[in-house]
């Protein structure tokens, strides 16, 4: 970090002169209530702030533009983090500069008001010198809060050695040999309270960087510094389209790793979430919020301890639920689950017996290796022996009978669990079973279930018949699928996928013969799998790509879960045959309910606006909580599937990725869709995710009505349906009756209507800042989040003024 001159330092604001706004603090100046200190460039702000609904108080860095944008602050750095103000003692806190050079944080005592003590201060060891007027302390433009002596311009102590939860570009994690101090960054404990909480990101004197649980179990490492960049972090190198560096250095005092952005006015900063994760954020402009750039570890449930104890952490949920207790235990901290910290766990709700009288609950497709402390290995090669070898030890929480595969063969392993589970991960249709440990088994008056020994003995017979032939049928199935599904050229890395031969889709779709849809990607077909699984066979068309960089994309396709997101399930990647095997979906595609095809059934207005909402939230995940932002680029009823209980699913997610530069060649396809397409597809400039908003508000529309957005008159002329939904509400009264589609004969939620139509006008806004993002679709359409009514676009109001606008769509 560069350091200022004493000219450059007299130019500085300072409180209790006739400037609007300070950025720095003189000795003997504090900062009260309100009071702040503001960067010269008005980027960054210094002051009291509460942290969501919490009542205590802390003094923090944040950025100040962005804090008036979301009426919410971003902190990047917190002084008292460990030791909160109340809200009792926060008319008297202070936070002052000392004339030795020391910042504190002052309260009164409870007994002498005029009295104050210090609840947090500096630790500085050059400030004992330091004459009583010479110090001062600055904000500086890049978020660092400089305590310098005016006399020689030495630096006594700075925000960037001490780092909290976050760095912004300067600030250093590291350890100083000197002071024997590891400065590393330490998540929030949650959203409502930064003391430290489990997680920490720390530089480990091997030239790495460790993300560490409970101060102390690495989960997660970024390999080695190689001078440019970490091993496992190669992604450093591209830059997200930024100019920045990275720096390691080793020297005498100890080590430490800074990076730098070229661009000082661009919100950016690094941190450690309060998931565990470690997080690069970047400010958007255009959607005026923040985008997670870069993410490690990528999946949530990859963290050590995600979930705490006795719960089990699975990809398939989302939000809340992606942590959920084992059966018959709950939460022990409900609030904390509730701020989306879910490291408390869960507590049994009835005490075990600790003996033979204990039960068990199978967990189906659990990760074993993952479950922690490490299971204990026994020679037991009976089921009823390993169940028998927990229950005899109190301290065992569960128990695994499974088949184990080495370098010898495959063996049976029986694994037993002691202890509180963390780790418990369930994914898709693979793992193993695992047995929880839980009460005796009680009928509905609490007493303990008896049978009789007659019906014991018949239930263990006939349970070890259906046993036995069940093993021998999946035994057969898992031949027979592994079979089916192997691939000569298959590589390792696609556990989350299945590398299918295209010989054996050709013979699941029975030579791809019964087309299901076709669209600028590619057709899709109906096929079925040797266990019966019916799947949707995508074969993408005229796309030239190598196999290794397609595999590579389609890993991460299928990564990306969400209950509104079609499951990916395999793909085929043999020369230039490259296809994507989907689930496939029972009711088919929203196009055919809402135009009313043949063998489709007309959807009630509650379907309808729970698939609006449903598809609102798999746009928001795609847009905004995933690594990468997706922009889906094709939204509209085809690319909305339904399924057994008319839930929707977007499929062809992540194609344009896919695709790459092969993609501009599709959109001369995705142009003859009109009627869903943004006008800045047609400008030149760059997509962003509000073009998937346009789109969505289209097909909002048609969701509403029940008609295409664009129909053709027998004369030639096209007529375009929001200008006739603009014509009803320049005309005034209720439109949204009007609009509602007819074969619904008014059956509607009269509010809901109102809000679902609102929400279209807003989303097909011509400028790209007017439109809202998807999550704040979601709470809106979710009630939420009120919404004013639209203003009527400049090009449809013209339109509406145009003498030869007929009522064509009330035909």
Not at 542 to 562: A, M, P, Y
Request: contains cysteine; aromatic residues 12%.
């Amino acid at each position: 970090m560069s350091m200022e001159s004493p000219r450059e330092h007299n130019e500085h604001r300072s409180i209790g002169t006739s400037t609007s706004t300070a950025d720095t603090m003189l000795a003997g100046q504090s900062l009260t209530g309100n009071q702040t200190l503001v960067s010269k460039d008005g980027i960054f702000e210094l002051g009291f702030f509460t942290p969501g609904n919490s009542q205590n108080y802390y003094i923090g860095i944040w950025f100040k533009q962005v804090a008036v944008v979301q009426k919410k602050k971003t902190i990047v750095w917190v002084a008292n983090r460990n030791k909160p103000i109340s809200a009792d003692d926060s008319s008297s806190s202070e936070f002052k500069l000392l004339k030795n050079g020391h910042l504190v944080l002052l309260i009164s005592t409870k007994t002498n008001y005029s009295s104050k003590v210090s609840v947090w201060s500096t630790d500085s060891t050059t400030s004992k010198n330091i004459n009583d007027t010479s110090a001062n302390a600055v904000l500086g433009y890049n978020g660092n809060l400089i305590v310098t002596s005016s006399s020689n311009g030495n630096i006594i102590w700075q925000s960037f050695d001490h780092p909290t939860h976050a760095i912004l570009p300067g600030a250093k994690i590291g350890y100083n040999n000197l002071t024997k101090k590891n400065h590393k960054l330490t998540a929030w404990e949650n959203s409502e309270d930064p003391s430290e909480g489990t997680y920490s990101v720390e530089l480990g004197l091997d030239k790495s960087v460790r993300l560490t649980w409970n101060h102390s179990l690495e989960y997660y490492t970024s390999g080695v510094w190689n001078g440019r960049y970490f091993s496992n972090f190669p992604e450093m190198q591209a830059g997200y389209g930024l100019a920045y560096s990275f720096e390691y250095k080793s020297y005498e005092n100890g080590v430490y790793f800074t990076y730098s952005l070229s661009n000082k006015a661009l919100p950016f900063y690094v941190f450690m979430d309060t998931s565990g994760q470690m997080k690069i954020t970047l400010w958007q402009a255009q959607t005026q919020d923040w985008i997670v750039v870069w993410t490690k570890p990528i999946l949530e449930c990859h963290v050590y301890g995600f979930c705490g104890a006795f719960s089990i952490c699975s990809e398939n949920n989302v939000g809340p639920f992606i942590c959920q207790c084992l059966s018959d235990f709950e939460q022990q901290y409900p609030k904390d689950w509730g701020l989306l910290n879910y490291s408390g766990g869960c507590l049994r709700r009835n005490s075990l017996q600790c003996g033979d009288k204990d039960s068990f609950s199978k967990m189906p497709n659990i990760i074993l290796s993952r479950i922690s402390p490490s299971a204990n290995a026994l020679a037991i090669d009976n089921a009823r022996k390993c169940e028998l070898a927990c229950l005899q030890n109190c301290s065992c929480s569960a128990y695994a009978y499974f088949t184990h595969g080495n370098s010898s063969g495959n063996s049976i392993q029986c694994s037993l669990w002691y202890g509180d589970l963390l780790n418990i991960e369930q994914l898709g249709d693979k793992g193993n079973d695992l047995y929880i440990r839980l009460a005796p088994l009680q009928d509905q008056l609490g007493s303990r279930m008896k049978p009789s020994t007659k019906w014991t003995i018949v239930g263990v017979v006939l349970s070890g018949t259906i046993f036995l032939l069940g093993i021998t049928f999946l035994f057969l199935c898992k031949w027979w699928i592994k079979r089916f599904t192997r691939s000569p050229n298959q590589e390792r890395g696609y556990e989350f996928l299945t590398a299918f031969r295209y010989k054996h889709l050709k013979l699941a779709t029975k030579n791809f013969s019964e087309k299901l849809g076709s669209g600028g990607f590619g057709s899709v077909f109906k096929g079925t799998l040797p266990d019966l699984t019916a799947i949707a066979v995508k074969r993408l068309e005229g796309i030239s790509q190598d196999q290794k960089q397609f595999r590579n994309e389609v890993s991460t396709i299928g990564l990306i879960q969400h209950v509104n997101l079609v499951h990916l399930r395999g793909f085929c990647s043999e020369g230039r045959k490259l296809m994507l095997v989907y689930d496939l979906m029972p009711n088919g595609s929203l196009e055919k309910h809402l135009f009313h095809q043949n063998n489709s059934r007309i959807l009630n207005w509650q379907q309808r606006y729970q698939i609006a909402i449903g598809t609102a939230r798999g746009l928001a995940y795609l847009h905004e909580e995933c690594r990468d932002c997706i922009i889906h680029c094709d939204i509209k009823p085809e690319n909305v599937l339904l399924d057994a209980g008319f839930s929707p699913k977007i499929a062809d997610f992540g194609l344009a990725k896919l695709l790459g530069r092969d993609f501009s060649r599709v959109l001369t396809t995705v142009r003859g869709t009109i009627g869903y397409l943004a006008p800045e597809w047609t400008s030149g400039v760059s997509i962003t995710v509000k073009a998937d908003v346009y789109s969505y508000g289209m097909m909002l529309f048609e969701i509403i009505s029940g008609r295409r957005n664009l129909k053709r008159s027998k004369d030639g002329k096209v007529w375009f349906f929001p200008t006739w939904a603009a014509r009803k509400v320049v005309s005034g009264g209720q439109p949204v009756l009007s609009i509602l589609d007819s074969k619904l004969e008014g059956n509607a939620d009269i509010e809901e209507l109102d809000r679902a139509f609102r929400v279209a006008c807003w989303c097909i806004q011509e400028e790209e800042i007017q439109r809202p993002s998807m999550g704040q679709v979601v709470q809106i359409l979710e009630g939420l989040l009120e919404v004013n009514p639209p203003p009527i676009q400049r090009y449809l109001q013209a339109m509406v003024e145009n003498e030869d606008i007929t009522n064509f769509f009330s035909e």
